[in-house]
């Protein structure tokens, strides 16, 4: 995914604030979460469409320091569109964002790490004929210098510790990724992502594929950070139990907008529950009138 960056425009300006897009009838009331001084990063008001369809209509949502956000919403909600607009592979046809107080529309995907907000894709992106420590290292790769050589034995290295911090078992780490399970090749965008140096983790769907077990390494990893509070972390998930466990706080995507905003302290599993059979109940009606 990362080799989309040359598809980007190169030139973006920052888009002037617009009006909130008008309501669907029948949706979801729309959610501002009221933005806090500890913010890191705040957007307000994106929306994207692709052709016909409206992916996102009004979405605004902030981040504080050291804060795990959980981003819920039925598939096809929107909520990898806006992963994807925050890390710079897509632009908003409408809205602003903030990173640390400061206007902030990314380039391309570098432009955005560069900025210090790294992303786990929810297909990954990886390139299976290269091996694992290739992967770590994709578009960041260690070179010597003054031959532009690449380091590999240092990013061999690197790699392996990257990996047993988390503690992922791969055994070898100069195998093609194409070789592993699904569960392992997730736990290397995971531990390429964290091993940078971004002091904000976009997570799209961080536990797919995983077995129980590596899921729960993967939820310890993302404690850890949140207790050393020196990064910001979005994550999609899906499954209410681990939002609970691993999030500070919940917003849920709805109707190309945020539905829910709130400490997940002062939710439940049958809040959030209650709220999605709700839509399909909404769904329902308005396709038998």
């Known amino acids: ?6 598809s980007m425009p190169p030139d973006l300006e920052i888009p002037p604030k617009q009006d909130p897009a008008p309501p669907v009838p029948g949706a979801q009331a729309v959610v501002s979460p009221s933005p806090t001084p500890e913010d890191v990063l705040r957007v307000e008001h994106i929306s994207k469409r692709f052709g016909p369809v409206t992916a996102l209509r009004d979405v605004s949502l902030h981040l504080r320091k050291g804060e795990v956000l959980g981003l819920l919403g039925d598939n096809g909600a929107g909520k990898s569109t806006l992963i994807k607009i925050i890390c710079g592979f897509q632009r908003q046809d409408a809205g602003r964002m903030f990173l640390h107080g400061q206007p902030y529309q990314p380039k391309s995907v570098d432009d955005a790490r560069s900025k210090g907000i790294d992303t786990v894709y929810q297909d990954l992106a990886l390139i299976d004929e290269l091996s694992v420590y290739h992967n770590m290292f994709l578009r960041r790769e260690i070179v010597h210098r003054p031959l532009p050589l690449l380091a590999n034995r240092d990013m061999k290295h690197r790699a392996r510790q990257a990996l047993d911090e988390i503690g992922i078992n791969i055994p070898r780490i100069d195998v093609a990724v194409a070789r592993l399970s699904g569960g392992q090749r997730q736990a290397i965008a995971v531990a390429r992502t964290v091993n940078s140096d971004a002091d904000i983790l976009l997570l ?10 590596e899921g729960s390494m993967i939820l310890d990893l993302v404690a850890r950070l949140k207790e050393e509070g020196r990064v910001s972390i979005v994550m999609i998930l899906h499954n209410y139990v681990h939002v609970l466990e691993a999030c ?9 907008a945020i539905a829910l905003d709130k400490p997940t302290a002062e939710t439940s599993v049958e809040e959030l529950t209650e709220i999605v059979v709700n839509e399909y109940r909404r769904a329902r009606a308005a396709a038998h009138s």
Do not use: F, N, T
């Not at 961080?206 to 077990?213: D, F, H, I, T």
């Open 204 to 213: 799209d769907e961080p536990l797919a594929a995983m077995g129980a077990k």
């Open 1 to 6: 995914m990362a080799d989309d960056d040359a």
């Open 248 to 256: 500070d706080r919940v917003s849920m995507i709805q109707d190309g």
